[in-house]
């Protein structure tokens, strides 16, 4: 797929931290309950940390108890992008930032019933936190 925001991988490794890099440009997960979003309440827009694309907002941020920051819901479609994950002999559903194809975490069906029963489990380095810009 094509992308918008397109760098060489030495570009990516200037702008983003060692961990950033791991997660977003070659699919890492963070360890579980370590992630700066995990147990955070302020309200505001989550960003793809790579190319500040808006994801999700506070307003669909539920405590899952997973580990990592969980959202019942996108903020606009289309914004995401969902791949079918092999990886590691499961069958998951990756999240990728639609904009610079940034490995995000997965979604499941698992998430509050009342709302869309999703649960997009996202890794906090792959987010930045925008409090200004609540949606």
């Known amino acids: 797929m094509s992308y918008k925001v397109t760098k060489s991988e ?26 700066a ?20 907002s506070s307003q669909t941020k539920f405590d899952s108890g997973s580990g990592w920051p969980s959202f019942w819901d996108v903020v606009e ?6 791949r079918t994950d092999l990886s590691y002999g499961m069958k998951r559903v990756e999240v990728l930032c639609a904009n610079c194809g940034s490995h995000l975490g997965h979604v499941f069906d698992d998430g509050p019933r009342d709302k869309t029963g999703l649960r997009y489990c996202i ?12 949606k």
């Open 10 to 35: 030495t570009e990516w490794r200037k702008q983003l931290t060692p961990e950033q890099y791991a997660v977003l440009r070659q699919h890492g997960t963070e360890r579980a309950f370590t992630g």
């Open 37 to 56: 979003y995990v147990h955070t309440k302020t309200d505001g827009t989550y960003l793809c940390a790579a190319c500040e694309q808006p994801l999700f």
């Open 77 to 82: 479609k289309g914004h995401v992008e969902l």
């Open 123 to 134: 890794n906090s380095v792959s987010l930045k936190l925008d409090p200004d810009n609540a």
